[in-house]
Nanobody, 128 residues
Framework: QVQPVESGGGSVQAGGSLKLSCAAS????????VAWFRQPPGKEREGVAS????????YYADSVKGRFTISQGNGKNTVYLQMNSLKPEDTAMYYC?????????????????????WGQGTQVTVSS
């Protein structure tokens, strides 16, 4: 059972940066797609970015392109989300999610129902 563990959330002013981490020993395998989702208060959960642990392909939601970067650490068991130029509308609970894939690629960020394994979430608050 994959159990992603997130860390790195917090409060920041608009224009600032935060780096989220998602750790699981299974991410050392080449057969996972790992994604970040977020859920603002009162809204649906939406995909932010994804990375394939085999092929290293990355995908982003239009709302974060050019500001957020998803990457896999050198130790391979951690996936990061570097968030720059943060805006108040980025305020949300951020979740790490993963699914097994034989191809080692993601093909897209995907929808929540595409993912089997979820972390508990970490809160990001951006003030204006």
């Amino acid at each position: 059972q994959v159990q992603p563990v997130e860390s790195g959330g917090g409060s920041v002013q608009a224009g600032g940066s935060l780096k989220l981490s998602c750790a699981a020993s299974e991410f050392r395998s080449i057969n996972y797609c790992v994604a970040w989702f977020r859920q603002p208060p009162g809204k649906e959960r939406e995909g932010v970015a994804s990375v394939g642990t085999g092929r290293g392909d990355t995908y982003y939601a239009d709302s974060v392109k050019g500001r957020f970067t998803i990457s896999q650490g050198n130790g391979k068991n951690t996936v990061y989300l570097q968030m720059n130029s943060l805006k108040p509308e980025d305020t949300a609970m951020y979740y790490c999610a993963a699914r097994f894939t034989w191809s080692g690629a993601c093909a897209a960020v995907g929808r929540p129902y595409d993912y089997n394994y979820w972390g508990q979430g970490t809160q990001v608050t951006v003030s204006s």
